[in-house]
């Protein structure tokens, strides 16, 4: 049943896709020379944009270890020319290690609580696991990295593109490249405004931590299915 789900949403997705795909053409023609892709789940976003980009340098971040196994295996496909890193941790504003609330349906993995009573929770209990009465979720450890201490580590100078794709976290990793959100030129992030997650903050918090660090709103898409948003922030102080 999940595979079934995913397979249409995954079909809806590509429609979604193909609007990012023409808004990113504005500013990255053919070449993106630094890609951080943030909550990689299977490389779904690494290898469609591979599609239509020459990306000289990927990093990947996919704290569920099987989904990051899952990702070992797609990544392989993709043209050998790419320099592509992977890692089987989270990013974001502190080291530590957490518990990673594992959905049934793997990509809806969150770091936050879940409110079990909230509507939206419910109709995706019902629809996950066939009405049955069993747990959504389980928990395991996983590990956080620091984003600017993995950026000075790493010795990047610069990030071309950042697509976040955390549910629920996106606040805590834009938070983590601290001064190095100035040295980055796109980001590409999916908020959600449903009240499953308990995220502790909402889109307003995002908004204006980027646009105090000089970005500004240049697309935004509703997902079908879903109460989210996709949206493209660009910094308005890197020219080019």
Do not use: C
Not at 3 to 30: T, W
Not at 70 to 93: D, E, M, P, Q, V
């Amino acid at each position: 049943m999940q595979n079934l789900i995913r397979y249409f949403i995954n079909l809806f997705d590509k429609i979604s896709n193909r609007k990012v795909i023409n808004e990113l053409k504005k500013y990255f023609i053919n070449d993106i020379n630094v890609f951080f892709d943030v909550g990689g789940h299977h490389g779904e976003t690494t290898i469609w944009f591979s599609k239509f980009f020459k990306i000289k340098k990927i990093y990947i971040f996919e704290p569920n270890f099987d989904s990051f196994n899952i990702l070992k295996k797609k990544i392989s496909k993709i043209n050998k020319k790419f320099t592509i890193k992977i890692y089987n941790f989270a990013l974001g504003n502190e080291n530590k290690e957490a518990d990673l609330k594992q959905m049934i349906e793997s990509s809806s993995s969150t770091f936050h609580d879940l409110d079990e009573n909230s509507q939206y929770y419910k109709r995706k209990k019902k629809i996950l696991t066939l009405f049955f009465d069993k747990k959504l979720f389980n928990e395991k450890r996983a590990q956080i990295v620091n984003f600017v201490d993995f950026i000075k580590e790493e010795k990047v100078d610069y990030i071309d593109l950042l697509k976040i794709d955390t549910e629920g976290y996106e606040l805590n990793i834009l938070k983590g490249l601290n001064d190095s959100i100035k040295k980055t030129k796109l980001i590409y992030f999916e908020h959600h405004f449903d009240l499953m997650i308990k995220k502790g903050y909402k889109f307003n918090d995002i908004n204006q931590l980027l646009m105090q660090n000089g970005f500004k709103q240049v697309f935004k898409n509703k997902m079908v299915f879903r109460k989210s948003f996709e949206y493209i922030y660009i910094n308005s102080g890197i020219k080019g």
